[in-house]
């Protein structure tokens, strides 16, 4: 449902959280999987879901939130890349400081690192990513 120009925005903001709520589920299951079935270290588990599951996000953001993207798709990917890359390293710093200083169980931890850079991730994905 739209709402004139503003409806637009939140239209892509919902989409946009939904392609966030998959990948952040996806990353969660594969989390899970990594460290409690194949024995991974949690901050290698990070860095390994998050190196797979970035390019999913950049089709998915592409095709429902960023429709009207007007960069090609390469270069949409190239600076999605160069927004994940400075994610990654900020995501595995505030990753090991909730599961080893503060103790909190590390897809808890997932959960509330990715919420932190939801909003920042989308504004850089609207305004600079896909634009």
Known sequence: MKFGPAGKDVEQFARYGLVGGSCLALNLLMMWLFVEHAGMPVLGATIICFILINPIGHHLSRLLAFKEARRTYAASLTRFLVVSGLSLM???????????????PYLLASVCVAALFFLLNFLTHRKWTFR
Not at 90 to 104: C, E, I, R, S, Y
Request: proline share 0%; hydrophobic share 75%.
């Open 90 to 104: 900020a995501n595995v710093g505030l990753m090991g400081f909730a599961v080893f200083w503060l103790g909190l």
